[in-house]
């Protein structure tokens, strides 16, 4: 089984808006990473949000535990303000 898994239409479609393919999240530190619920919306799924370094770089991961995988929703690199 895979540490994470999406889906690949999300996938093109996330690459395509913030210019961040999925598959760079196997980079991502979790051992400094920041987490939150992400209380937004009401998607009927607990989705969290964590702020982590991939490379030298600050991302925002949005993600949701299905089946003891990281299911990844949506992955961008952090605007100016988050980064602070």
């Not at 949701?64 to 602070?84: F, H």
């Amino acid at each position: 089984m895979s540490l994470y898994d999406w889906d690949e239409d999300k996938a093109a479609a996330n690459l395509e808006q913030h210019g961040v393919a999925f598959e760079t999240v196997h980079g991502f530190d979790w051992a400094t990473a920041i987490q939150s619920e992400d209380r937004r919306r009401d998607h009927g799924e607990t989705r969290m949000i964590a702020l982590g370094k991939i490379g030298n770089r600050d991302h925002v991961l949005i993600y949701t535990l299905r089946a003891g995988t990281i299911r990844v929703i949506s992955l961008r690199n952090a605007n100016a303000r988050e980064a602070r």
